[in-house]
């Protein structure tokens, strides 16, 4: 439609200056037919919806989220009052210009003095003693946090109805395949419906509301703010706009809200509440943001006005002309883009596709879908799981694998901060652990599924994230450490936290640095990109190695160099040479030496081959037959801690695999060691683990308990609380049980349980720039795609349970190509933007060929 289609009154709009501005409270037609198609029945729906037959009653356990990166919203569906609370990721306390401590101040946690006296007391008592306790540690190498902050909630949306309580038929679904969220219900014989999106390309969120009778829409909407903030409140022309400071650290905000109608009536009521009345449809935009920059030392950009009134401008403009639709479609373009590159499905019978026939499915399979159970409500949906229903067990594992692509796009996209612990969702002004940044592993965990479930363009922010600790890294690294590079502890915030806490058991992991490093090594060893190894990885990789060149210390025991002090994560005393310490620093090492080899810096080449000679790895089998977490043997065979941090060089590292069967093994006892239960992160874990281990039933054993221990009904993971690293790793480690390439060998099917025994999986990677695409039945492997992103020769290992022959063709030609190798190992050339088909043949087929 176009402007001409308008013809509704708007109160206050008849000045020559309001005229033109009148437009921006007019939406372009009625909007009836949505994504979601005809309402559906009670008792089904789709297997990639999340369903609520009711309101939330909690936000924590029932809230739906949406979310572009930057800005989320948690969906709770109330009926005569509905609350839209939303955030916007750079909304925090702390940091520079806090009040927390003025005398003080912001202090990055870093001490003003260098700490190389106090290191040395602490290494010295090491060597003499063996092990110290985290308190003792602490008090002498801890720092008071001042300032540090929380992520803030910016707001709610608060909308209110005249039709009461008294509804019927009422529906709030989340559609992953979609990225919109609904709310539906009859009330006075009228069907009312809400559509709920975060935008990436327009950088807002809108709710669009409709009825299937004229004239029906009576509502207000409103923003409320909390009080930890100075408010500034405009209110004309549909257009709400407040802006204030933070009282502790003056950081100033703007959100703007826009009300756009299809008819009716709009007032303006003081307060600067909207109502409207006798809408046929209306769409409400938001947008919001912050002055805050990535900007070592101060964290101060320009105001967000501008930006934020652009951005709301546009969105509306683009109503105006083409409908709510224009903005809906634009959205649903953009996050299709990325989510469907995977299809995960289980249980449903696929074929390969005849020569001719094209599919739009990413591998090239037709897969018939079965008869869909009926899938009831998510929250009586995770009450029944592992009660009998195989079918509706098997749907909810493929809606929470996609459930965390889902949430990956929904809280990191380019131009955003990463997903903190929560993702980009809080509604408190004191979330738990500040929803900030833990890299002992929860930081990590949250881009584990980045690369293996085609996400690539996710880690965007998490690059750009670690590129701006650079600066505090290296003043962490002198004062802390005395040595070159950068580095970072334990936790941090936007404010370029890099140093230490006070937590006697959580304080203290200068191989922070070195793991998030090795993030960017691993995007390069998806993808090949030179250019982005060069830039990007390689300074990051080499200030990071820095530091360990410089701060590993020779072990007066056997002459190797060690981390000293060493904690195994949240777990005993202080050491010389934990294991996950030692594992971390020798990857990092490797890698960079691999890089710096690739980019001709021979130089600093023989320096890490130096370091690396005398280095202990940190993989040693104990006296019960364990893989050690402390260079002493000190494992307790009855500890169930949930970090089981010595394992780390099984997953997410490669130094434990089928090359070191020893290894493997003692990896295997200490996790049996530990058990299967834990929080939702260290389920995760687990189940990934597992899944190295090539034991599937033990993997989706755990799985399995995760989701009916450490699930809340809308799929979010619990520590207990909310903590999104558990949905994050689940996927990877779903991911991981189907398809592994650590070794640069693909390995197919590697994991996979006796419960998944029919299924397929489309555009999964490998490392080397390879797309995968799987298909199985009565569990083994029948097709098997690979897309080649440039010259390679693809190293294959098949299922250990692999029962036949195998062709392999050209995916377009079917030409039979030639297919190198034998038993499970197998290679083939490829070429760049090829696809090749390998597929199962039985030993029957093959005698009938042979024939």
Not at 234 to 248: F, M, V
Not at 683 to 692: I, S
Not at 726 to 737: D, R
């Amino acid at each position: 439609m176009n402007r001409d289609t308008f013809h509704r009154p708007v109160e206050n709009l008849t000045t020559p200056l309001a005229r033109p501005l009148a437009a921006l409270c007019l939406l372009a037609g009625i909007v009836t037919n949505t994504v979601f198609g005809s309402e559906l029945p009670a008792t089904s729906g789709s297997p990639l919806q999340i369903r609520f037959n009711h309101p939330a009653h909690d936000w924590e356990t029932e809230s739906l989220p949406i979310g572009n990166g930057a800005l989320g919203a948690a969906v709770q569906g109330g009926i005569s009052r509905d609350t839209l609370q939303f955030n916007e990721k750079s909304l925090w306390t702390g940091g520079p210009g806090a009040k927390d401590n003025p005398a003080q101040g912001y202090d990055f946690g870093l001490p003003r003095e260098s700490r190389a006296t106090a290191l040395t007391e602490i290494r010295s008592e090491l060597a003499r003693q063996g092990q110290l306790p985290p308190e003792r540690v602490a008090k002498v190498l801890g720092n008071q946090v001042t300032a540090y902050g929380n992520y803030q909630s910016f707001g709610d949306l608060v909308l209110e109805f005249a039709h009461g309580e008294q509804v019927q038929d009422y529906r709030r679904v989340l559609d992953l395949d979609s990225a919109l969220a609904k709310v539906s219900y009859t009330a006075n014989r009228v069907r009312y419906t809400r559509e709920y999106l975060a935008s990436y390309p327009d950088q807002i969120i809108a709710v669009h509301l409709s009825a299937d009778k004229p004239a029906s829409l009576n509502f207000s909407a409103s923003l409320d703010i909390p009080d930890n903030r100075s408010v500034q409140r405009k209110s004309e022309h549909g257009r709400i706009t407040i802006s204030g400071r933070l009282h502790d650290n003056g950081l100033g905000y703007e959100t703007q809200l826009q009300l756009l109608a299809d008819g009716g009536r709009i007032e303006t009521e003081e307060g600067g509440k909207l109502t409207i009345h006798g809408a046929n449809s209306a769409t409400l935009l938001i947008a919001a943001g912050t002055e805050y920059a990535a900007d070592y030392p101060r964290y101060r950009g320009t105001h967000p006005h501008r930006k934020v009134q652009t951005r709301l401008d546009r969105a509306s403009s683009k109503v105006i002309d083409g409908g709510y639709p224009a903005l809906r479609d634009t959205h649903i373009t953009d996050y299709r883009e990325l989510f469907a590159r995977v299809d995960f499905s289980l249980n449903t019978p696929c074929r390969s596709l005849p020569a001719g026939e094209r599919s739009t499915a990413p591998a090239g399979f037709a897969c018939k879908q079965a008869p869909t159970a009926p899938v009831p409500p998510i929250d009586q949906w995770l009450k029944s799981y592992g009660t009998g229903n195989e079918a509706l067990d098997r749907a909810l594992e493929q809606l929470y694998f996609q459930y965390g692509r889902y949430l990956l796009i929904s809280s990191s996209r380019p131009g955003s901060l990463p997903a903190n612990l929560q993702g980009v969702w809080n509604n408190s002004a004191t979330p738990p652990w500040n929803a900030d940044y833990h890299a002992n592993i929860n930081l990590q965990m949250n881009y584990w599924p980045a690369e293996v479930t085609n996400l690539a363009e996710t880690t965007a922010p998490l690059f750009d994230f670690i590129d701006s600790l650079q600066k505090p890294g290296a003043v962490a690294a002198e004062k802390l450490l005395g040595t070159r590079g950068w580095t970072l502890f334990l936790n941090t915030n936007i404010w370029g936290f890099t140093g230490v806490i006070e937590w006697p058991t959580a304080f203290w992991q200068p191989e922070a640095g070195a793991w998030l490093a090795d993030h960017y090594y691993e995007h390069y060893r998806f993808n090949n990109d030179e250019d982005f190894l060069r830039s990007r990885a390689y300074p990051v990789m080499k200030g990071a190695a820095l530091v360990w060149l410089d701060g590993l210390v020779t072990d007066p025991r056997d002459g190797k160099l060690v981390v000293s002090p060493s904690y195994s994560p949240e777990h005993g005393d202080f050491t010389a040479g934990a294991a996950m310490s030692q594992q971390l620093v020798q990857e990092l090492l490797k890698n960079t030496r691999d890089a710096a080899s690739r980019l001709g810096d021979i130089t600093f080449v023989n320096e890490l081959n130096r370091a690396l000679e005398n280095l202990d790895p940190g993989l040693r089998i104990g006296n019960w037959g364990q893989l050690q977490e402390w260079k002493q043997d000190l494992d307790d065979p009855h500890s169930r801690h949930r970090h089981v941090s010595q394992l780390y060089a099984l997953f997410p590292g490669d130094e434990i695999g089928e090359q070191t069967p020893n290894l493997l093994n003692a990896a295997r006892v200490s996790l049996q060691a530990r058990g299967d239960a834990g929080t939702g992160w260290s389920r995760a874990w687990k189940v990934a683990l597992w899944a190295h281990l090539h034991d599937g039933d033990r993997a989706h054993k755990i799985l399995a308990a995760q989701l009916r221990d450490s699930t809340h009904p809308n799929l979010w993971s619990t520590h207990p609380p909310f903590q999104i690293d558990g949905n994050f790793g689940a996927t990877a480690a779903m991911a991981e049980m189907l398809i592994q390439s650590n070794d640069n060998t693909i390995q197919l099917l590697p994991a996979l349980p006796k419960a998944w025994d029919d299924g397929s999986v489309t555009g999964l990677r490998a490392r080397g720039d390879v797309t995968v695409d799987l298909h199985w039945r009565a569990n083994r492997l029948s097709e098997a795609r690979f897309t080649a992103g440039r010259d390679r020769t693809i190293e294959l290992q098949l299922p250990q349970n692999a029962d036949a022959e195998y062709t392999l063709r050209d995916a377009s030609s079917k030409k039979i190509l030639a297919l190198d190798g034998k038993g499970k190992r197998r290679s083939f050339s490829a070429r760049a933007g090829r696809s090749y088909l390998l597929s199962r043949q039985s030993l029957q087929q093959k005698k009938a060929g042979e024939k």
